[in-house]
């Protein structure tokens, strides 16, 4: 399984686990040194950060910001100040939600989206369209997922305050045009806030070159612990933006009867923080950035081939979405005649192959491409081409389980 890919050794998963691992869009495995970096956290700074005048807190707390420092290099973020750190990509859509839309929107203003998207990415802007009266409008893609720029240039009017978009669809891979997005939304005086979810742990991302003004992703899909996400924002919004949550850690002073907030970022970090989980997470970003996003990119674009070279021979099987893999970004989601996707997921689980069967938290777009569910394998540095032969393999054995093609 090692054969033609440097890195599988250093997850210690792949050392017992026989299965072939395609499900990394829902979590990445995790590398030795993420691991061992929260172990390390847990058992040489075990302390709560920001607040403790002692040596132990001290460290935590240098810990901690060193994260953020890490986080802000990864996307190339203006300041530190400008990273919040949540437990998700959830998380921090709902805080611009609740207190960038709450705040700004007013009935009549527009909400632009797209029919892709994730539900995090959509549920958020539901809510915000229902207390603000502000009215949400879909852009709909051609049928390879591409968005054309006469749709955007429909959608996108001078009555948007808010353009919100997945940078890489989570069931068809495909890179939405996330720049031109954001030029589009500041010519009509809008935002733009960007989930950068499925992007961030598979292609480099640049804050400032996409002149994203919101932009979140989640840390367990960039093999970093659970319970690790990041919101950027620009500086100039956050600091207008009234706190999220309020308590302890995101203060200044407090009396019986008002508050001050704390500076940036801290004001939107209430409540004891995931400090280890910070830890892990700035493992992870060394990692990704000492393998580098070419090598990634290499691998997922020859085992993305590779899949649906195969996948195209078998006559049963439907990929959705582009026919060029490199338009996939390790990401592949298909049916077959006669088989609900979640029967192929749980007889592959036979077989010791892993992949996702559902909606994929985004059923508007299921129904938007005529299908209830999709089966779906997605790639990471860490696949082999052994992963996906036993995928290919297994999806005949699917059929012969299911009693289907007899004659």
């Given at each position: 399984m090692?054969?033609?890919?440097?890195?599988?050794?250093?997850?210690?998963?792949?050392?017992?686990?026989?299965?072939?691992?395609?499900?990394?869009?829902?979590t990445a495995q995790r590398p030795d040194c993420v691991i061992e970096a929260e172990k390390r956290f847990y058992e040489t700074m075990n302390a709560n950060p920001l607040r403790g005048l002692y040596r132990l807190s001290m460290e935590a707390t240098e810990a901690y910001e060193d994260a953020r420092e890490s986080a802000a290099g990864l996307i190339g973020a203006k300041s530190p100040a400008e990273i919040v750190f949540t437990r998700n990509s959830t998380e921090a859509l709902n805080l611009v939600a609740y207190s960038y839309a709450l705040t700004f929107l007013k009935e009549g203003d527009e909400i632009v989206t797209t029919v892709m998207e994730h539900h995090s990415n959509l549920l958020p802007w539901q809510?915000?369209?229902?207390?603000?009266?502000?009215?949400?409008?879909?852009?709909?893609?051609?049928?390879?997922?591409?968005?054309?720029?006469?749709?955007?240039?429909?959608?996108?009017t001078e009555k948007t305050r808010l353009v919100a978009v997945g940078h890489i669809s989570n069931v068809l891979g495909i890179e939405n045009p996330v720049r031109l997005l954001a030029q589009k939304a500041h010519a009509a005086g809008a935002v733009i806030v960007i989930d950068a979810a499925q992007s961030v742990p598979h292609i480099p991302v640049d804050v400032q070159e996409l002149d994203a003004d919101f932009l979140v992703f989640s840390g367990h899909k960039l093999m970093a612990p659970f319970g690790i996400g990041v919101l950027y924002g620009k500086e100039a919004l956050l600091e207008k933006m009234p706190p999220f949550l309020r308590g302890g850690e995101m203060i200044e002073s407090v009396s019986l009867t008002e508050a001050t907030f704390a500076e940036l970022p801290h004001k939107f970090e209430a409540g004891t923080v995931n400090a280890a989980g910070a830890y892990g997470l700035k493992a992870a970003i060394e990692y990704l950035q000492g393998v580098g996003y070419q090598a990634v990119r290499e691998i997922e674009d020859n085992l993305t081939a590779l899949l649906m070279e195969g996948l195209k021979e078998l006559p049963y099987v439907h990929i959705q979405g582009s026919e060029d893999p490199k338009k996939h970004n390790g990401i592949v989601s298909f049916t077959m005649d006669g088989a609900h996707p979640h029967d192929i997921s749980s007889i592959l689980d036979?077989?010791?192959?892993?992949?996702?069967?559902?909606?994929?938290?985004?059923?508007?777009?299921?129904?938007?491409?005529?299908?209830?569910?999709?089966?779906r394998a997605s790639l990471y540095l860490y696949n082999?081409?052994?992963d996906v032969e036993r995928l290919l393999e297994g999806l005949p054995k699917v059929r012969e389980t299911l009693g289907l093609d007899r004659v």
């Open positions: 090692n054969i033609n890919n440097p890195y599988r050794k250093d997850f210690p998963i792949f050392r017992d686990f026989p299965a072939a691992y395609l499900d990394s869009a829902a809510m915000a369209a229902q207390r603000t009266g502000a009215v949400l409008k879909f852009l709909e893609p051609l049928p390879d997922g591409t968005l054309p720029e006469e749709e955007i240039d429909r959608k996108i036979g077989f010791d192959i892993n992949i996702r069967a559902g909606h994929h938290c985004a059923e508007p777009l299921m129904r938007f491409l005529g299908v209830g569910s999709t089966a082999t081409k052994g």
